[in-house]
């Protein structure tokens, strides 16, 4: 999923592409939310527009992410698909969500590890709300149990308020 500049202007019509793609999971290194991506199978077309001289792709990305559980920190595959519209340029330019080509070669790659990160869910659990962990003196509640125990719950630095009535 590279084309050089004089690849794109030889070709008249669309570029298209359909292939697996395999990603190091070294690009995610650096996100605590997603440990790897599996099975990534990428389709779409670009086409190099003539009169601005940028070259524009439509990707249509699948696969499975590997994420940590949220509650017992296990790997659970998170089913992963995603559209994206890219625009890359061979020239400098100001313009936001412009990708600027270096070297005359347009890689896919870069681009797609964006959309995959976008995906990227804050927290996923598999644990039924049953089987949540507890402890002596601690358990784990869901969001629901949490709301409605803050329901009813007097801010402690008004509580005071409550014992003068309004006569």
Known sequence: ???????????????????????????FAENKLINAVRDVHI??????????G????????TGDMLLPDAITG???AVPLETDSHEVYSFEETDEEDVRVVTD???DLLPAVIDAIMLEVPISVTEVEE?????????RVISEAEY?????????????????FKSE
């Open 54 to 61: 940028l070259f524009e792709c439509d990707i249509h990305l």
């Open 147 to 163: 709301q409605e125990s803050r329901k009813n719950r007097i801010d402690p630095r008004l509580a005071k308020l409550k014992e």
């Open 104 to 106: 005359e070669v347009i």
């Open 130 to 138: 049953d089987a949540y962990p507890s402890g002596d003196g601690w």
């Open 1 to 27: 999923m590279k084309w050089t500049r004089e690849e794109l202007e030889r070709n008249e019509s669309p570029v298209s592409f359909d292939e697996d793609v395999e990603i190091n999971d070294s690009a």
């Open 43 to 52: 389709s779409g077309t670009g086409w190099l527009d003539d009169e601005t």
């Open 74 to 76: 296990a790997q659970i």
